[in-house]
């Protein structure tokens, strides 16, 4: 009997569960959940999907599995982690203080942040906001250094690593180039000029007053969170494994938790102005403006632009196992929410497909977007060198910018770069004395009137001319 009991109780448990964390009903849309088709099974994770109308949800729906240990299926009530969409608050809090006459957009960062060296031009509040102002990425110095995502380090030791730079990627306002360094020092500034962690500074003044219950910035990584999605990579052998560990919590740039269903509410504040009234809204959707003039599509942590003939506000998110997108129609009151669990996934195209089905005949043609992409992989090769030319490059390469050394050898004919937690790589020519790994780095070696290159410099994406010297 009592083992009855306990399956009978079990049971029980399972369905409360369910019912908990489902979202509203609504009949089937095949061509929407076509979309999703290769996910929606009970052995794979997947996506919670949300499309609004005029506030409302006209369809909402979970993809695939939000724990594969205890078999919970992804919901638009469950708490996803959303990667860079976290932007658009960190942003709006800001604007929240320069509302609050507590700032200008037009300060010198080092104003709040001293530690920040002078680089002969001042970097503004301005220039973090709409990824101006040349700092290095410090999700890219972080790799470069050998620190792991999974890694518990202080605030005070990023902000020393991002402000150990001797130089910048270029003149603050000559170039935009995404750059979480600056998103996570806007989070610092909030901070330093409130007394209060951005945690406490939006769930105060955005998340509560917008009912957005299930939503936090995530800077405890043993903070307990009910109902939090898990994240999931390929094992490699058509299974998966967890992804993210949880520990990082360098927030502003990333770190905030939501719902598909909280995120409604944040989404219906663009019609609304319930939060920070007319003034908010006409500053977050100010796009920057280069020094020579140029206005470029990303504002207050989101790009505000045109998608086949429509305006649009766009802005996706992604950490390691955890992708997300906002996708909002503005004209037609209608948005795309899609938060998700494996890192395969790119809910960008899925919520353009999706918006298709809503909006196709208002659209113009589709962009040729496939092509452009695959132009911009391709990567001109020069003569491989032989062992004799290689060895010359061979060597221990310090950079006290990132604190690694960085140890070049000769295996099996080809020049190999490793370092501490960081994948060895074979590197190719490119060019004299220029070599390219096949994760992207470029690496260009200095000579001084000697045989043997003295240094080298790294070309990582978001991170440009980090120097590493010759040590041995």
């Not at 927030?251 to 269903?261: D, K, M, Q, R």
């Not at 050898?409 to 370092?419: F, Q, T, Y």
């Not at 020519?429 to 994760?439: E, H, K, M, V």
């Not at 080298?456 to 040590?471: K, L, P």
Request: with cysteine; proline share 4%.
């Amino acid at each position: 009997m009592e083992v009855v009991v306990r399956a009978y109780v079990s049971v029980l448990l399972c369905s409360l569960l369910s019912v908990s964390v489902g979202a509203q009903q609504f009949p089937p849309s095949p061509r929407v959940d076509k979309i999703f088709a290769a996910w929606d099974k009970p052995t794979s994770p997947g996506c919670a999907l949300g499309v609004l109308q005029n506030g409302r949800f006209v369809y909402e729906r979970g993809y695939g599995m939000a724990n594969l240990d205890y078999d919970i299926p992804n919901s638009p009530k469950l708490v996803y982690y959303v990667g860079s969409d976290s932007k658009q608050f960190t942003a709006a809090s800001i604007a929240l203080l320069v509302l609050d006459g507590k700032l200008r957009l037009d300060d010198d960062i080092r104003k709040y942040v001293p530690e920040m060296p002078d680089y002969g031009t001042p970097i503004t509040i301005n220039h973090l906001i709409h990824h101006t102002s040349g700092i290095r990425d410090i999700y890219g110095l972080m790799s470069l250094g050998g620190l792991r995502i999974e890694d518990v380090f202080s605030d005070s030791e990023a902000v020393a690593l991002i402000a150990r730079q001797k130089e910048l990627n270029f003149k603050p306002g000559d170039d935009y180039l995404y750059s979480n360094s600056g998103y996570f020092l806007l989070g610092q500034i909030v901070k330093r000029v409130t007394g209060k962690s951005l945690r406490e500074f939006a769930d105060e003044r955005i998340f509560q007053p917008l009912g957005m219950t299930h939503t936090h910035f995530h800077d405890d990584p043993g903070h307990v969170m009910k109902n939090r999605a898990m994240s999931y990579e390929s094992d490699g052998k058509d299974g998966y494994r967890i992804s993210y560990i949880q520990n990082f919590d360098k927030i502003g740039a990333g770190g905030l938790y939501t719902t598909v269903e909280d995120l409604r509410k944040w989404d219906e504040n663009f019609y609304t102005h319930q939060i920070g009234g007319d003034a908010l809204q006409a500053m977050i959707h100010t796009r920057g403006v280069l020094n020579k003039g140029d206005t470029i599509p990303y504002a207050f942590g989101n790009n505000v632009t045109t998608y086949r003939g429509l305006r649009v506000d766009e802005h996706g998110g992604s950490l390691m196992g955890y992708k997300a997108e906002i996708l909002r129609f503005p004209d037609q009151h209608v948005s795309v929410l899609a938060t998700c669990n494996l890192g395969s996934i790119n809910p960008g195209p899925l919520a353009e497909q999706v918006a298709e089905v809503y909006l196709g005949s208002k659209m113009g043609p589709k962009p040729e977007r496939q092509l452009a992409n695959r132009r911009s992989r391709e990567v001109a090769l020069a003569a491989q060198l032989n062992s004799a030319e290689l060895a010359v490059y061979a060597g221990d390469y310090y950079s006290d910018e990132v604190d690694a050394t960085y140890h070049l050898s000769i295996e099996n004919g080809a020049l190999v770069l490793s370092a501490r937690h960081v994948e060895a790589q074979k590197l190719a020519s490119t060019g004299p004395d220029q070599f390219r790994t096949g994760n992207g780095l470029t690496l260009r070696f200095e000579r001084s009137g000697s045989e043997r290159p003295t240094a080298f410099t790294i070309e990582a994406g978001r991170v440009r001319n980090i120097r590493f010297v010759r040590r041995s």
